[in-house]
Structures are given as structure tokens and as C-alpha cells.
């Protein structure tokens, strides 16, 4: 990046720090005449070496007072002087760019470049700590993604069997076979009424065990689904994440495909894709467990025409099959969202903000810079200003649902057997501000996609909402010609629509 030529370079020029909406530029490139900051920056241990600053030349960047982006480290009196570390948001994650060239001998040789690097890209994964092996313990799932899983398969009508019933059931057919069979054929010496006593037995209980699960795990498919729909209001992608699980009552060949729903609007360049949602970590059926899990290779299944379709899936009678899915698009109607928002010296919001979806979202919520502003029900063509109202609130505080106890402000703490797929998408939709680790004892796995605390520092506002599906999807079985699910029983979703946009214009 430090390379005469960078302005020329039409592909690295654009990833540039610059005003927002417009591609950055180098001035001119000036010599590093000190390299305190980048040692802070990077909480070096050792100094570099003052011989090392010789001939090192950063570049200086145009406009650096109006950056789109928030500079982190610099050499001068101000920011805008000399930036050196700039970190902005693109799209739904972030960028840091460093006007240094790491691939020189002087940071070839310094210790303090690990964690330099470390520290650039800490904004991926800000917050995370290290969870320990707490949650395994506790749990069959090792990361919020796996407590997920756990919670998407969940079917309503479908419960496990008591086990004080199973148990009953046994012991009664064993007290059946014996004593009461033996003294049934041993008492006068009938012998013969084994070949009628043993069949009716089994047959009793066959049709007993049968009842027992007709009850309790009834004879319908069910289904259960959750997703989170991402709208970027600057670059106008449009993403989807969703997760699906099918219950079969009886053997099955299924097919599944998903696609952005109708709810989403017009889109084009639509690229979506689907796979098997399994289980992770060591837990019982995932890759990394000991052992391997038989099902895991019973069956072959395949894609179809493209990535988003799953054909000939096999499902085994009073069991589920869980899917995921994701896909992008680019949002090709009217604006989603029309805001003017302004950041106040006191960091909090003014402006108004207007919903241009074609349906209300509910229990909705404007983020920015660690606040949180409730804004309620959202209908289509409503406007809410972040001045009206009680005023913010703490993010970090309304994601762990503190509340005073007392002389003391406690948060609610986090159950890592919940199976609430709302709260689950909630936090780690914003897991690091909520603590990361630290709170949830779990890592956040590959919900850490979902995570937006790193454009949040970023002067980004992010508008929640609970909405509906924003992914939809379909299932038959392989061998049923009739398009669309395979059942017709109420199933379970839950989801969330975000909308990001930056918050000072």
C-alpha cells in the first residue's frame, strides 16, 4: 500500500479510506519520522528500532478529516494529520487498512508484528474471549450455533416419549413373558399355548408402543424455521440466513430447496445456497465427535441443478432433518429505508427515519455506537425520530437484560440450555457488545456471521425488527409429484430484519 503507484492501482485504490460514498486518494507519500502510535496500536512489548524508521515512507491520504471510518492510530497533533490505521465499514463487515507495508524487513523482524496483526484484525471477532470449556459441560453444543441447532429442532405436537412410561412398558412385558407366560404354558403342561401367549404378547405391546409414540410424537410432518434477513441501505445488498427443520412421522426421500421470499421485494444477482445443518464440534453426531455417528453415512444425497437444492435427502420414520441456507442479492426496488440521521456531541441521534418496506416490523429497535433506541411497531411509510420517547438506552445492558437488585446492576444470566430462537438470534446478532464469551459462555460459532457490534463502532445505525420469512422454503417427498411441502401442519419460525445505514450525513 505503500507503493508509489498505489493511486494508479485502480484495484487497491478502492479500497481506500475516503470520504463516504466516494474512493480514497493518496496525496503524496512522506517519510515516518516516529512509529510510537503503530507500537501502541499494536501493544508491542519492544520498541522498533529507531534504524528500521530509515527510508520508511507511509502514504497520506486526501480528505483524512472526512473519513468515512474511524481512525485508530495516526502520528501528529490530530487524526486527520497523519492516519495510520483506519478502520471502515463495507458492505455487512468491516476493513482495516494500515498505511505501513508489513512485508518489510523492519516488521519481518519485530516481535510486536504478531500482534499488530492481531490488533487489525480484532474488529472481525471484537469481544471475543475465550469460553473455556464451560459450555461444553453443561450442553450437547459447544457454540451459540449449536444451541441453535438444538432449539430449531423443536416441532409443535412432537415431544419425547415420558420415561417413566417407557420404563413401565418394559417391565410389564417383561413380568409378561415371565412369570405369567412360563405359568400360563407350564401349568397343566400346555406347552402348546406358547405358540399362541408369545405372539399375542408382542403383538400387545407392539400395539401399545405404537400408541405410546402416535401419542406423543403424533403422524404428521412438522416443521420449524428460523432466518435473519440484512438489508445494507449504502450498497443496497440484501442477505439472507435461514434454518430449517423438517420432522418425518415415517420413512422418507425429501427433496429441499430455498430462495428469497416474496416478503424481500425485488432483487437481482440472486446467489443462494443450502446444506445439511449438522451438529458441531464433538457433540453426538458432529464432524469432530470420537466416534462417527452411523447416520451420518446411511444415506447419499446430492445437489440438484444448482446450490440452492437438496435432492433425495432420506429422513427415518419419527426423526428430523435440519438445513441451513444463505443467500445474497442485490435490492433492485425502491429505498428500504429513507434516513436522515445525525450524530449529536453527545453521541446520541436526531433525524428521522422511515421504513420503506411493504410490512410492518414489530418490536423494533434503532442500535448505534452502544445505544439502543425502542421504537416499537414500524408500519410501512411510518417515521420514527430517535429524539422521541424516554431517550436510549445501554446496548449492552438491554441484550443481557440487566435490571437493579438492590445497590447493584445485575445482567440476567445467560442460559445455555435455552432453546428460545429469538433470544438466541438477538444475541448473537450482537454478541460481542452483549460480552461475547464472556457473557453467553459460549463462542458464537458460525452465528458469528451474524454478529454487527463491529459496524455499530463505525457509525453505522442498525435498524431490528421481527418481521416475516425473509427466505422462503420447499420440501416434498422424492417420490410425490405434487410440488410444495410435504405437510400441512402448523410449524414453528422466528426471525429477525436488519437494516444498516450510516448515521451521520
Known amino acids: 500500500m505503500c507503493s508509489s503507484n498505489l493511486a494508479a492501482d485502480a484495484s487497491v485504490a478502492r479500497w481506500l479510506p475516503g470520504p463516504p460514498g466516494t474512493p480514497g486518494s493518496v496525496e503524496r507519500l512522506v517519510p515516518l519520522r516516529r512509529a510510537t502510535a503503530i507500537e501502541t496500536f499494536g501493544r508491542a512489548d519492544r520498541p522498533l528500532e529507531k534504524a528500521a524508521l530509515a527510508g520508511l515512507e507511509v502514504p497520506l491520504l486526501a480528505a483524512a478529516a472526512k473519513i468515512d471510518g474511524v481512525i485508530e492510530a495516526f502520528e501528529g497533533a490530530k487524526p486527520a494529520d497523519l492516519p495510520l490505521v483506519v478502520r471502515s465499514a463495507r458492505g455487512f463487515g468491516t476493513v482495516a487498512w494500515i498505511g505501513l507495508d508489513l512485508d518489510r524487513g523492519a516488521f519481518r523482524n519485530w516481535q510486536g508484528t504478531d500482534r499488530l496483526l492481531a490488533e487489525l484484525l480484532v474488529g472481525r471477532a471484537a469481544g471475543k474471549q475465550q469460553a473455556g470449556r464451560a459450555g461444553e459441560t453443561r450442553t450437547d453444543a459447544l457454540d451459540l450455533a449449536g ?104 420413512n422418507a426421500e425429501i427433496d429441499v430447496s430455498a430462495a428469497p421470499a416474496g416478503m424481500v421485494g425485488a432483487v437481482s444477482g440472486q446467489d443462494t445456497a443450502i446444506s445439511w445443518y449438522g451438529a458441531s464440534g464433538r457433540a453426538l453426531g458432529g464432524p469432530d465427535a470420537p466416534a462417527a455417528h452411523p447416520s451420518l453415512a446411511a444415506a447419499n444425497y446430492r445437489y440438484g441443478a444448482g446450490l440452492d437444492a437438496l435432492e433425495g435427502v432420506a429422513i427415518a420414520a419419527a426423526s428430523s432433518r435440519l438445513f441451513e441456507a444463505e443467500w445474497t442479492a442485490d435490492w433492485a426496488g ?30 423494533c429497535v434503532l442500535v448505534h455506537a452502544g445505544w439502543l433506541y425502542d421504537v416499537g411497531r414500524l408500519a410501512p411509510g411510518a417515521t420514527f425520530d430517535p429524539a422521541s420517547g424516554r431517550g436510549p438506552r445501554s446496548l449492552a445492558g438491554a441484550l443481557t437484560r440487566r435490571s437493579a437488585v438492590k445497590d447493584r446492576d445485575v445482567p440476567l444470566r445467560w442460559d445455555v440450555a435455552g432453546q428460545d430462537v429469538d433470544r438466541i438470534l438477538e444475541v448473537a446478532g450482537f454478541h460481542a457488545a452483549a460480552g461475547g464469551a464472556s457473557y453467553t459462555s459460549l463462542e458464537s460459532g458460525r452465528l458469528g456471521r451474524l454478529d454487527l457490534s463491529p459496524l455499530v463502532a463505525l457509525d453505522r445505525a442498525v435498524l431490528v425488527g421481527r418481521g416475516p420469512a425473509g427466505t422462503q422454503w420447499h420440501a416434498r417427498r422424492a417420490d410425490d409429484d405434487v410440488p410444495g411441502p410435504p405437510h ?12 444498516i445505514g450510516r448515521a451521520h450525513v
Not at 339 to 356: D, M, P
Not at 490 to 499: I, T
Open 147 to 250: 444451541q441453535l441447532r438444538l432449539a430449531i429442532d423443536r416441532f409443535p405436537g412432537v415431544s419425547a416419549i415420558p420415561f417413566e412410561l417407557i420404563a413401565a412398558i418394559g417391565l410389564l412385558y417383561v413380568a409378561c413373558l415371565y412369570p405369567l407366560d412360563w405359568w400360563l404354558v407350564g401349568r397343566g403342561g400346555r406347552p402348546w399355548l406358547s405358540w399362541l401367549s408369545l405372539p399375542l404378547c408382542v403383538a400387545a405391546f407392539s400395539g401399545l408402543a405404537w400408541a405410546a409414540a402416535d401419542r406423543w410424537k403424533g403422524d404428521e410432518w412438522r416443521s420449524s424455521q428460523a432466518f435473519v434477513t440484512d438489508i445494507d441501505t449504502t450498497t443496497r445488498l440484501v442477505r439472507g440466513f435461514s434454518w430449517a427443520g423438517i420432522w418425518s412421522p415415517g
Open 334 to 363: 425502491a429505498a428500504p429505508v429513507a434516513a436522515a440521521l445525525e450524530r449529536e456531541a453527545q453521541g446520541t441521534l436526531r433525524g428521522s427515519i422511515e421504513s420503506g418496506l411493504p410490512f410492518a416490523l414489530e418490536d
Open 488 to 499: 400441512q401442519a402448523p410449524g414453528r419460525q422466528g426471525g429477525l430484519w436488519r437494516k
